[in-house]
């Protein structure tokens, strides 16, 4: 969906807000396994949350979705228009 909005549309009005969204939640999804992997190998973390379902590892994640739709939710408000293509 992003790829399209950028690329098959340019950006323009309402695409420029999916392709923000888009690429957020890739990120965030990105940002959720470097957090489950954190606490499986770093020993101090896995002494927390062993299983991956204790407490610690869900007050974590759920700081970062809340970071996320917060950050989200503000680019998104603020794409307009034109989307900046990235430069290779």
């Keep these: 969906m992003a790829l399209f909005a950028l690329y098959g549309r340019e950006g323009q009005g309402g695409w420029a807000r999916i392709w ?3 690429a957020a939640f890739a990120l965030y999804l990105n940002v959720f396994v470097l957090v489950a992997q954190l606490f499986a190998k ?4 896995r002494e927390l949350a062993p299983t991956q379902s204790e407490p610690p590892f869900a007050v974590a994640q759920l700081v ?9 939710v503000t680019a998104v ?3 307009r228009g034109a989307a ?5």
């Design 84 to 88: 900046a293509r990235p430069t290779v």
């Design 42 to 45: 770093v020993p101090a973390l």
């Design 20 to 22: 923000v969204a888009s």
């Design 64 to 72: 970062v979705m809340a970071a996320f739709l917060w950050l989200g």
């Design 77 to 79: 408000r603020r794409a």
